[in-house]
C-alpha cells in the first residue's frame, strides 16, 4: 500500500489521502477567531495553505485585512468577517453569514483571547475579571453555540479551542480570572464531545504554555527577546491544529497539552 493510502473503515477499500507534511483541507470551511495576530494568525495562514476557505475574525479589521492578503497572495481563499466575539449577537450573525455564503461550516478555531495587567486579587476589580472572564469564557461559548445548528445538520464539525497551561495549571503569572476562564474553555470542550460526539461532531482543546505572541507585551513584567526565542511559537500551535483537523473523522483528540521544552514555570 502507498505511503498516501489508507483503508477507509466503513467499507475497508483503499481512499486517497494527502501524505504527511502535504497536508489537504481543500474545500474546508474554517472560521477562525483571533485571525489577526499570534496563533490565529499562524492557523489561519496555515488552513488557506491546505486550501480551506478560511474567514478571520477578530475586533481590529485592518490586521485581518492584512492576514487574508496574505492568503489570497499564495492562492488560497480568506474572507474578513470582524467582530468582537464578546459581542453574542455580533457572533451569531457572523456565523449566519458564514452559513449565508459558504453553506458549511466544518472548522471553528475558537482561539480570541485577552487577558489584564491586573493580575494579582489585590489589584483585580470586578470589572477587570469580568472582561477576562467574557473575553476568553464567554465568548468562546457564544462561538460554540453559533457553530453547533451548523454543524448539526452536516453531521459533521470540529471545534479547536485555544485555552491554556493556566487552563490546566492554576497560574500566578496569569493571574485568577485568566487561569479560572481558561479551566471553564477546558471543561466547555469536554462537555460538548458529552453530548455532541452523536451529531458527528468532535471537540479539541489544546492547552499551550507560553507562546512568543503580541500578547506577551500586555504582561506586567516585560518579557525579554531572549526568552521568547526559547517559547513556543504561533507555527507551533498551528502545526498542532493542523494535525487535530487532519485526523481521521472517527478519531477525537480531546486535548493537548504543550508547552516549550524550557518551561519556565518549572523555574
Ligand atoms: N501567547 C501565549 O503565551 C498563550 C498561551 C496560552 C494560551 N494563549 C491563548 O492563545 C489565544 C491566542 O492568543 P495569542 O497568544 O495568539 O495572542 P494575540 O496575538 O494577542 O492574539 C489574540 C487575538 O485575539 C483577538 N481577540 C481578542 N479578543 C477578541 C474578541 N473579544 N473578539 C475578537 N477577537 C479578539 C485579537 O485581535 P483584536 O484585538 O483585533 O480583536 C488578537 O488578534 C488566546 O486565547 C490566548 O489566551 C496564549
Redesign the pocket.
Known amino acids: 500500500m502507498a505511503s498516501d493510502q489508507v483503508i477507509d473503515r466503513k467499507d475497508n477499500k483503499q481512499v486517497a489521502q494527502a501524505p504527511f507534511g502535504q497536508v489537504s483541507l481543500e474545500g474546508k470551511v474554517v472560521w477562525v477567531?483571533?485571525?489577526?495576530?499570534?496563533?490565529?494568525?499562524a492557523c489561519a495562514l496555515a488552513f488557506g495553505e491546505a486550501g480551506a476557505k478560511v474567514i478571520l475574525?477578530?475586533?481590529?479589521e485592518q490586521?485581518l485585512d492584512a492576514v487574508a492578503q496574505r492568503i489570497h497572495a499564495k492562492g488560497g481563499h480568506a474572507k474578513v468577517i470582524a467582530?468582537?466575539?464578546?459581542d453574542r449577537a455580533r457572533v451569531m450573525a457572523i456565523a449566519a453569514e458564514i452559513d449565508e455564503r459558504y453553506k458549511a461550516l466544518h472548522i471553528l478555531v475558537n482561539?480570541?483571547?485577552?487577558?489584564v495587567l491586573e493580575r494579582n486579587w489585590s489589584v483585580l476589580t470586578a470589572d477587570q475579571a469580568n472582561y477576562v472572564i467574557e473575553?476568553?469564557l464567554s465568548?468562546a461559548f457564544y462561538g460554540v453555540i453559533a457553530a453547533l445548528p451548523i454543524m448539526r445538520r452536516q453531521g459533521d464539525g470540529l471545534l479547536i479551542h485555544?485555552?491554556?497551561?493556566?487552563g490546566r495549571f492554576v497560574s500566578k503569572v496569569s493571574g485568577p480570572a485568566?487561569s479560572a476562564a481558561?479551566h471553564g474553555v477546558v471543561a466547555m470542550s469536554y462537555a460538548i464531545n458529552q453530548e455532541e460526539f452523536r451529531h458527528g461532531i468532535r471537540s479539541t482543546v489544546i492547552?499551550?504554555?507560553?507562546?512568543?505572541?503580541?500578547?506577551?507585551d500586555k504582561r506586567p513584567v516585560p518579557v525579554s527577546a531572549e526568552d521568547r526565542a526559547k517559547?513556543?511559537q504561533?507555527e507551533d500551535l498551528a502545526r498542532s491544529v493542523l494535525h487535530v483537523a487532519t485526523a481521521p473523522k472517527h478519531v477525537c483528540i480531546n486535548e493537548i497539552v504543550i508547552s516549550p521544552s524550557w518551561n519556565r514555570s518549572y523555574l
Open positions: 477567531t483571533g485571525a489577526g495576530s499570534g496563533i490565529g494568525e475574525t477578530g475586533r481590529r490586521t467582530g468582537d466575539m464578546m482561539n480570541a483571547g485577552l487577558n473575553g476568553n465568548s485555544t485555552s491554556s497551561w493556566a485568566y481558561k492547552c499551550p504554555a507560553e507562546v512568543a505572541t503580541p500578547i506577551l517559547m513556543l504561533s
